[in-house]
C-alpha cells in the first residue's frame, strides 16, 4: 500500500501554546488529504478535508480557526493546532485518498496539553 | 454521514479459530468498502477493499459483501494472537470515508 508519513509522531505543550502536524505522501501524490482526530476507546473522527491549492473542508462542530490546514503540495498537508488547551489533547491522524476512495492512514501523532 | 454499524465486541476468540465480523451500512448507494486494522496507540492500516458483490480472499481474510442486504463482513482464519486488535468497518460517503465504531477481537493462545 502507499506510505504516509506524519511528524511529529508525540508533541507535548503548554496550554495557549500553538502546535503543527505535518502528514506526508511519500510515494504517491495525493490531491485529497484527511485529517481524524480519535480519543480514547473511540472511533475516528473526521475533522476536515484538504485540497491540494484549495481551502479545506471542515465538519460540523470543527473550528476552523482554531483548527488551521493547509495543503500546499500533492505531497504535504499540515494541521495546526491554534492555543492548544488540555481538551484538545488526542490522537490525530491523517490519510491520503489514492482512487477509488482508498485511504492510507499516517502513523498518527499524540498531543498532550498541559 | 452516512451510518455504519459493527457487531458490538469485544470478541474472543481461541487461537486457529475462525472469527467473524460483521458490519452494515445505510445507504444502498455506497460502492466501496473496506477493513482496516488498528493496533492499541497506532493508527489504522487497511487490510481488505471489496467493491463486486461476493467474496474476496487473501491470505486468511475473506471479505463477504452483499449489497441487496447492505452487509459485509470480515473473516479471519486460523487466528493469530497477532490479530488481536480493533476492526474498523469503512465505507465510502462521497469523497470521504464512514467508519463503524470498530469491533475488538482478542485470540486467546
Known amino acids: 500500500g502507499a506510505v504516509v508519513s506524519q511528524h511529529p509522531s508525540r508533541v507535548i505543550c503548554k496550554s495557549g501554546t500553538s502546535v503543527k502536524i505535518e502528514c506526508r505522501s511519500l510515494?504517491?501524490?495525493?490531491?485529497?488529504m484527511f485529517w481524524y482526530r480519535q480519543f480514547p476507546k473511540q472511533s475516528l473522527m473526521l475533522m476536515a478535508t484538504?485540497?491540494?491549492?484549495?481551502?479545506?473542508?471542515?465538519e460540523q462542530g470543527v473550528e476552523k480557526d482554531k483548527f488551521l490546514i493547509n495543503h500546499a503540495s500533492l505531497t504535504l498537508s499540515t494541521l495546526t493546532v491554534t492555543s492548544a488547551h488540555p481538551e484538545d489533547s488526542s490522537f490525530y491522524i491523517c490519510?491520503?485518498?489514492?482512487?477509488?476512495?482508498?485511504?492510507?492512514f499516517g502513523p498518527g501523532t499524540r498531543l498532550t496539553v498541559l | 454521514q452516512k451510518e455504519v454499524e459493527q457487531n458490538s465486541g469485544p470478541l474472543s476468540v481461541p487461537e486457529g479459530a475462525i472469527a467473524s465480523l460483521n458490519c452494515t451500512y445505510s445507504?444502498?448507494?455506497?460502492?466501496?468498502f473496506f477493513w482496516y486494522r488498528q493496533y492499541s496507540g497506532k493508527s489504522p492500516e487497511l487490510i481488505m477493499s471489496?467493491?463486486?458483490?461476493g467474496d474476496k480472499e487473501d491470505g486468511r481474510f475473506t471479505a463477504q459483501l452483499n449489497k441487496a442486504s447492505q452487509y459485509v463482513s470480515l473473516l479471519i482464519r486460523d487466528s493469530q494472537p497477532s490479530d488481536s486488535a480493533t476492526y474498523l468497518c469503512?465505507?465510502?460517503?462521497?469523497?470521504?470515508?464512514?467508519f463503524g465504531a470498530g469491533t475488538t477481537v482478542t485470540v486467546r493462545a
Open positions: 490519510s491520503g485518498g489514492q482512487g477509488l476512495n482508498e485511504q492510507f
Open positions: 510515494d504517491f501524490q495525493a490531491t485529497t
Open positions: 484538504s485540497n491540494e491549492g484549495s481551502k479545506a473542508t471542515y
Open positions: 445507504d444502498r448507494g455506497s460502492q466501496s
Open positions: 471489496i467493491y463486486s458483490n
Open positions: 469503512a465505507v465510502n460517503d462521497d469523497y470521504k470515508l464512514s
